[in-house]
């Protein structure tokens, strides 16, 4: 999960670049704003998907992990401490999401404060709500909220301004990003995001509100006077102090040329990096698992492919663990790798490791095989105690015999790496 998190964050980042270098300053709204609302769902979606072509391309190394093992003092830790780090990972998760969720209850709150404070004046596409003693001028769906202390040249340019919100439904791209908070607390990107969006609303809004009014007219309306505002996220305010030079220079702008439109083709070596990236990413194989280095590969038992090399998506059956027969693919996988962490832990010899008087973690590298009748054979350990090498030694060679890896239907020999660290108290 951890590593799927950083794939989509490195996803949102390369897209939100690709927009700040090249897009940002186009007067191609529409597509801007489809691409800002639509690349984080493209970004969730990424780490998910596979192409063929770059998966068969990448070192076969990446294709599978085993799970690291942590052994020290009395007790033995693996997956255990994995998933309880995790849990605690989830509560504080949990955690965020409900503090963002009651902050935009609070947000929600103050917004309906306004609401009913003021005077409801039905209208035929919008409604209207006049509010008391105030110069607050922004809108929310059909709702257009003005202060009473607006005159009335500013409510004019201000209404056609908010009437382009309310008629291209923005309120809907404000809620999907205050979702996106919520559920991705932690991950600034999103509220970089949500101010991107924010702010070419208002171009949008600027630009269909002009009309044949002028440009001076709305200008004298952005900068007559400093006007009071409310700070929510998820209505569209029209005097957000922050961005209103940025309104006038993009008035000011002439509109891009149609040529400009291949700045979007800057999206694809995005998705080319990205798809490479996830593709090599070590918990794209199996993201329940903990980060390991792989080092296993596949020999048939054909002679004449004796030393020919497979990956391990090309397995019909991988190795079945007794106990794990009748599952199928990555289920099968992550039965095989729990059921090796479990016999791990039940023999190592932690007693007589602990009498080696070494200090701290010591990493452990073991490799062994299973071979076309389902034996481990060919086991190697370094450690950096010949003891400590012989302890693991004696624990991958008692594994029980197993049901073999398959190729197009025949057995064949399957190597593994297994990294283990003696944590000495």
Request: proline share 4%; glycine share 4%.
């Amino acid at each position: 999960m951890i590593h799927y998190i950083i794939q989509v964050i490195v996803c949102q980042l390369l897209f939100l670049v690709v927009y700040d270098l090249f897009l940002k300053r186009e007067t191609f709204f529409g597509l801007n704003r489809a691409y800002l609302i639509l690349t984080p769902l493209f970004s969730f979606l990424i780490p998910l998907m596979e192409v063929s072509l770059i998966t068969q391309s990448i070192p076969q190394a990446y294709q599978l992990q085993l799970p690291e093992i942590i052994v020290g003092g009395s007790e033995i830790v693996a997956s255990s401490f994995y998933a309880d780090w995790m849990k605690y990972l989830l509560i504080f998760w949990a955690l965020g999401a409900l503090s963002s969720l009651c902050f935009f209850g609070y947000k929600w709150f103050r917004y309906l404060r306004l609401k009913n404070s003021g005077t409801v004046v039905k209208q035929t596409d919008f409604t209207l709500v006049e509010l008391p003693g105030t110069s607050i001028a922004f809108s929310f769906f059909k709702h257009v909220f003005l202060g009473e202390d607006l005159t009335q040249k500013q409510r004019k340019s201000i209404l056609k301004h908010e009437l382009v919100h309310v008629r291209d439904k923005h309120t809907w791209d404000l809620l999907w990003f205050e979702l996106l908070r919520i559920l991705f607390w932690f991950n600034p990107l999103i509220y970089v995001y949500q101010k991107r969006i924010t702010v070419l609303q208002e171009y949008i809004a600027d630009e269909k509100a002009i009309g044949d009014s002028g440009k001076k007219e709305y200008y004298e309306s952005l900068l007559s006077t400093i006007f009071q505002t409310e700070s929510i996220s998820f209505i569209n305010t029209f005097f957000n102090h922050s961005i209103i030079k940025n309104r006038i220079v993009m008035l000011q702008k002439s509109k891009s040329k149609n040529s400009a439109k291949w700045k979007y083709l800057w999206v694809l070596p995005v998705l080319g990096i990205m798809f490479t990236y996830t593709a090599c990413s070590e918990g794209n194989a199996q993201e329940s698992e903990p980060e390991t280095v792989v080092e296993g590969h596949l020999v048939g038992e054909n002679p004449s492919e004796k030393d020919k090399e497979y990956a391990f998506k090309e397995i019909e059956q991988v190795p079945v663990y007794p106990g794990c027969e009748g599952l199928q693919d990555q289920e099968a996988q992550k039965c095989f790798t729990q059921k090796i962490t479990e016999f791990v832990m039940a023999n190592f010899n932690v007693k007589s490791a602990d009498k080696l008087g070494l200090e701290g973690r010591q990493r452990i590298s073991s490799i062994f095989k299973i071979d076309k009748e389902g034996n481990v054979t060919d086991v190697k350990v370094r450690a950096p105690h010949p003891e400590l090498e012989e302890i693991v030694q004696e624990v991958i060679t008692k594994l029980p015999q197993m049901q073999p890896g398959k190729v197009d239907g025949r057995p064949v020999t399957v190597r593994y790496a297994l990294p283990i660290i003696f944590a000495v108290e």
